[in-house]
């Protein structure tokens, strides 16, 4: 008997086996990577976190001490603790402002007393050359907002020189520093409101 005259449920039959081979072989891959691929993630996020939190102020692991709060756009901000004998010493959370290329990812630390720890980009698609200077590696820039406040400078100076702040904007590109600016100022503010739920030990 040719191929051509199996009886079909012969050809559903192998079909069937192969694609329960597949999904077996998928889900034995999926196993065996996950583990691996949830230490990455954590080692991304000690690392992110390890820029805007110096290792002098905490004797924990921040990325295993959160607390999920929700800012006033309804949204679930994830906050990172640190903490010294006991008692929070500084927290980490994203924040997002809007660059010249669309969204801007940030990893702002602040300290308990309300202080910048430090400010990352973790993500943007802003020019090469121009609105890139916000990454670390690029320039100084965004390193010049630790040890900041919200009353230093006054909240209506958290602004750049252009739009009559205090902060530098780059050549030839003011949208990207602007939007910065603003996701730190809101960042701050964010620490301002929920201080009391970020440094109460549980």
Same mark, same amino acid.
């Given at each position: 008997m040719s191929s051509s005259n199996k009886p079909s449920w012969v050809h559903a039959a192998v079909l069937g086996?192969?694609?329960?081979?597949?999904?077996?072989?998928l889900a034995l /891959?999926?196993?065996l990577t996950s583990d691996e691929i949830k230490a990455r993630r954590i080692e991304d996020k000690q690392n992110s976190l390890a820029q805007v939190i110096p290792a002098a102020i905490h004797d924990n692991n921040p990325v295993t001490d959160v607390v999920t709060l929700v800012n006033d756009e309804g949204k679930d901000i994830t906050v990172y =603790?640190? /903490?010294m004998g006991g008692k929070v010493s500084g927290v980490a959370y994203e924040i997002t402002g809007s660059g010249y290329a669309g969204e801007i990812k940030l990893m702002i630390g602040v300290a308990a007393d309300g202080q910048v720890l430090g400010v990352r980009a973790i993500a943007h698609k802003e020019t090469p050359g121009l609105g890139d200077k916000i990454n670390v590696e690029k /320039?100084?820039?965004? /390193?010049r907002f630790t040890g900041l406040s919200l009353g230093n400078p006054p909240v209506d100076k958290w602004k750049v020189k252009k739009d009559g702040g205090v902060f530098d904007q780059f050549s030839g590109a003011t949208?990207?520093?602007?939007g910065v600016v603003l996701a730190? =100022?809101?960042g701050l503010e964010f620490f301002d409101a929920h201080k009391a739920q970020m440094l109460e030990i549980r």
């Open positions: 086996i192969f694609c329960l081979g597949f999904g077996a072989m /891959t999926n196993e =603790r640190a /903490t /320039t100084d820039w965004i /390193t949208i990207t520093p602007r730190i =100022r809101k």
